[in-house]
């Protein structure tokens, strides 16, 4: 008899997640009888990552889940093919020290730019300062009400930004977009603020997007993305690009392993209230 153990989902979340949401099972596979088979779902990705041939042995396997996969590719298309990005311009970033973030960054200073982040505290701080951030800041600390002359964003780049890497959504990216270039470019690939507000019967209505005469006379391009839309040639360059980037040390990664199946409800939780450096991993 074989026991196999799944973390099931026992109610939708209201607000945030909590360990009551989550339910541990344990299911008993029977042994197989004659003429019967069992099937097993495999996904691409899911159950297997197919490495570049040339992964040196110095590298860790677990780099497949994060900095040379979704997360690092999404840094790296967002930063390179969205925004564009050129040498000596200023880019800001959300969310630096998380998987995507903290690997834009790092990106963004080898194609000669000035990088700009906002982390949720003072530990994230220290640790984005070593890898190359120009300038960082606990945006916990700023009243983004207040006039943008007073807030840090308007300290880091007194001149605007170039190119804004937004995660967050909310007010944080309405002040930001309103401190954007002639001609800055915008690559949206998440919204964290805006998810647990209702949008069916909730008091909380959605913030409001930023001013349209912002985007209109700043004449700015704004985009989203989903990175999975690049694939083939593309796809494969930008992980040979990640990797040796990662060999040379150019590219300094950071994860948050957790150990334990039964631990991921907190790793997940943990992730969502921005405990983490980096990518997050539950090793069983």
Not at 200 to 222: A, D, F, K, N, R
């Amino acid at each position: 008899m074989v026991h196999v153990k799944r973390w099931t989902l026992k109610k939708h979340f209201v607000g945030n997640p909590t360990n009551g949401d989550f339910e541990l099972k344990i299911a008993e596979l029977s042994p197989l009888k004659n003429r019967e088979v069992l099937l097993e779902a495999f996904l691409t990705n899911r159950n297997i990552v197919l490495l570049p041939t040339e992964w040196p042995d110095t590298v860790p396997l677990s780099l497949t889940l994060g900095t040379v996969s979704m997360t690092g590719l999404t840094a790296y298309f967002g930063l390179l093919d969205i925004c564009g990005v050129k040498g000596g311009e200023t880019v800001m970033v959300n969310a630096a020290a998380g998987a995507v973030g903290s690997v834009l960054g790092k990106t963004a200073k080898l194609k000669g730019c000035k990088i700009v982040g906002a982390v949720g505290s003072d530990e994230k701080i220290a640790y984005l300062k070593k890898p190359g951030f120009d300038v960082v800041f606990n945006y916990k600390t700023v009243d983004h009400r207040a006039r943008p002359e007073t807030l840090n964003l308007k300290k880091a780049s007194p001149d605007g930004y170039n190119c804004y890497f937004d995660n967050v959504s909310g007010e944080f990216s309405n002040t930001v977009i309103s401190q954007m270039k002639k001609f800055g470019r915008i690559a949206i690939y998440g919204a964290i603020s805006t998810y647990n507000i209702s949008r069916h019967g909730g008091t909380s209505p959605l913030p409001p997007g930023p001013t349209p005469e912002i985007v209109i006379y700043q004449e700015l391009h704004m985009e989203g993305f989903i990175v999975t839309c690049w694939q083939g040639d593309a796809h494969q360059k930008a992980l040979k690009d990640l990797l040796k980037w990662i060999s040379e040390g150019k590219i300094q990664y950071q994860e948050c392993i957790i150990g334990g199946s039964e631990n991921m409800p907190a790793a997940f939780m943990g992730m969502l209230k921005g405990n983490n450096l980096g990518k997050t991993i539950v090793k069983t």
